[in-house]
C-alpha cells in the first residue's frame, strides 16, 4: 500500500482520537513532500520499512539475544531479529551484528564498552574537522570518560593527514583509533589505518555512520574487512529504521554483544529490528546498488555544479553522497547561508570547514535520489542554491521552484 494512504488512513484514526498530534504528523508529511531534504544524513525510508515500524512489534519486551530472552513469548520477535542479522552478516560479509543499537550514538558507545576501560586513550579525527560528538566531545559521554587525541585533515587539501595520524598513534599509544567522520566526502583508507593500529597495538574502530549504506550497494569501499569493530546507523543513505548496528568478528562477538545489553542497553525495540531487516532485504537488491551508485554520481554532478558557481568545495569533490563547501566567495558564510537556503526550502546544516574558522555548508543526495531525482534535477537544484546563496534570485521565486521540483519527484509517490 503506497505510504500516502498508510498516513492518511492513520490520520484519520489520529484525527478523531488526538486531532491536535494528528496536525503534527499532516503538517511534517507537508514538509517533506514540498522541501529538498539536502541534510546529509537524512534520506525516505521506504513505505515497508514505515509498516514494520508502526507494527505491534512495538509492544513486545525482548531483552537479551534471540533464543536467550529474559521474557516470555519472545519466539516470533526472534524470528525477526534472526532474519535481520542473518541479513546484515551476508550483506556486509561480518562474521557478527548486533542489531540492537537504538541509534548510531548507541552503538559507538558499545564499541567503547566492549573494547575500552575509563581512561583509556583513544585517537579520533577531531571535532573541528568532521569528527562525531561520539569521537570525544566534552559534551558527550566520550570526551568525558576517555582521554581522546585528535587528528585532523589537511588545510588545503582538506584530507586526512596521514602522517598526522602515524605521528599521534606513535606518541600516544591510543587504546583504540576510530576513524569515521559526519562530514568528510572521500573514502578514508581502512587499510592505512589498520597498518596504523597494528604498529601501535590499537584497536580500530570505524563509524561507518554515513557510508554503509554505500557500502551495501557497492557504491563505496568497505571497513568491515580492516576494523576490529564497524558502528553503523540504518537510517543514512542505507534507508532503513532510525538506528544503528555493530559488525565484528566471531572473536569479539560475545564481547559487543554484552556491551550493548545488558552493559548499555535494556529491552531490544523489536518493531525497529524488524524494520531494519526490511531494509537489509531492500539493500541486497539490484536495485539498491543502482540507487547508491545514483546516490554518488549525483553528488559528483551537484558538487561540480557548486564549485562552478564560486564555492569552494572541500577536498575539490566527493566520493559519496556527501558533498561540504564554503559559500563565503558567494558572500555569505554558512549560517546565514543555511537560514536563507531554509527560506526557500532547501534543507542542510553548516559544518566546519578544513582551511579557516568560518563555518561550512554540508549536504548530501541520499534523499532526492530516493525521490528519483537525477543528473539534471542536480543541475537545477546547484542552480537555486547559488541563486539563493548569492541573492540574485528572489526568494518568492526560488521557494515556488523547489515546491514544483519536489511535486514533480514526491517522496512516496501513489
Ligand atoms: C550519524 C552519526 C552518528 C550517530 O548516529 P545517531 O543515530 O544520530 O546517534 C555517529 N557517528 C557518525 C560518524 C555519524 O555520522
Redesign the pocket.
Known sequence: MPVTHTLAADAGLLRRQDPELADVLLAEEHRQSTTLQLTA?ENFASPAVLAALGSPLANKYAEGYPGARHHGGCEIVDAAERLATDRARELFGAEHVNVQPH????A?LAAYAALLRPGDTVLALSLAHGG?L??GSPANFSGRWFDFVGYGVDAESGLVDHDQVRALARAHRPKAIVC???AYPRHLDHAFFREVADETGAYLIA?A??PIGLVAGGAAPSPVPYADVV?A?T??VLRGP???MILCGRELAERVDRAVFPFTQGGAQMHTIAAKAVAFGEARTPAFAVYAHRVVANARVLADHLADEGLIVTTGGTDTHLITADPGPLGVDGRTGRRLLAAAGMVLDCCPLPHGEARGLRLGTAALTTQGMGEQEMRTVGALLAGVLRGTSDAAGAREAVRELAEVHPPYPG
Open positions: 544524513a541509534s548510531g550514538s548507541s559507538v562525531h561520539t569521537h569515521g567522520s559526519i563509524d555512520a554515513h558502528c546507523t537510517h543514512k532510525r538506528g544503528g
